[in-house]
């Protein structure tokens, strides 16, 4: 059964990503682990009746409520029996809280929309989402822009300059997603020349094994303004559902970090990122 960790601070643009989610594994057993954090202005300790005293936050039981209210409209109007939800309400860093959830549970992938509530603590669009990224190193994610409504996954870009080797591990769950959806794989190589070294060669040769079961296509695209405005560009007219992106790939990885690409996300594709892992021990 596959292990998915929604995080959610209950806007349209989460919901969003939840239900790009359910779809996009609709055809696996899943487990889907919806995650709230936040950090709570006040402690307060109180008699809970039961055991003696808790400590508990002023806007912990309407937070209880929302995410209640979130299972049971999962459980009404979601109706895959492949399917099981489960909630968790945690107080603490966003960032923090997903790296211990990830071993916990043995997280297949992490889902999170790239714009949350403007002013809430518990936003992650913007710096959030990038320290995710950055930070959630041993687990794969998918950030879903929250105008993006999904519908298929029939072609897919991976970005990529052939200048590291990609181990069958770190693929192996897009490969089985892109599989079942029967998608055409394009891998955007994103330069000012094309000059291959020996090493990038036998990269791009083994990338075509690791994606022999998909329709598998190369593309070449000249550098012009930029990494991110090229790869977005070349995506946007290949009409993508999908861009792949692997921490392997460390300068396409760096570049995707420090360009906006988020906010270019926002405003010039609907396309989802899937950033595989580098599965580097925390430091």
Known sequence: MKQILLLTDFSDNSW???????????????????LHTFEPDNWQIVNNGKDGMEIVAPEHQDLIDQMDGTKEYLLKNHQNPKHV?????????????????????DL???VLGTHGKTGS?????????????????????????????????????Y?????????KYVLTPL??????????????????EFHLTEEQKTNKEILKKRFADLELLFDQVSLSKSVT???????NSLESDMI?????????????????ILKKLGSRTRVPIWISPDFQPYA
């Not at 939800?85 to 549970?105: H, N, W």
């Not at 990038?130 to 298929?152: A, D, E, T, W």
């Not at 970005?159 to 181990?167: I, Q």
């Open 121 to 157: 603590k518990t936003v992650f669009a913007g710096n959030s989402a990038l320290r995710v990224m950055r930070q959630v190193i041993n687990c794969h994610l998918l950030l879903v822009p929250g105008s993006h409504n999904f519908q298929k996954l029939d072609k897919v870009s």
């Open 85 to 105: 939800f489960s909630t968790l309400l945690i107080a603490g860093g966003l960032v923090e809280t997903v790296q211990r959830l990830v071993p916990k549970y």
């Open 108 to 110: 297949d992938l992490v």
């Open 244 to 260: 792949v992106i692997t921490k392997y790939s460390h300068s396409v990885f760096e570049t995707f970090l420090h360009e906006p």
């Open 16 to 34: 969003n990503a939840l239900f790009m989610a359910v779809k996009l594994y609709a055809k696996w057993e899943c487990e889907f682990h919806i």
């Open 229 to 235: 405005w090229d790869i977005l560009e070349k995506t």
């Open 159 to 167: 970005p990529t300059e052939f200048s590291h080797f990609t181990p």
């Open 175 to 192: 490969l089985e997603l892109l599989g079942q959806w029967k998608s055409t794989m394009h891998i955007i190589h994103v330069a000012l």
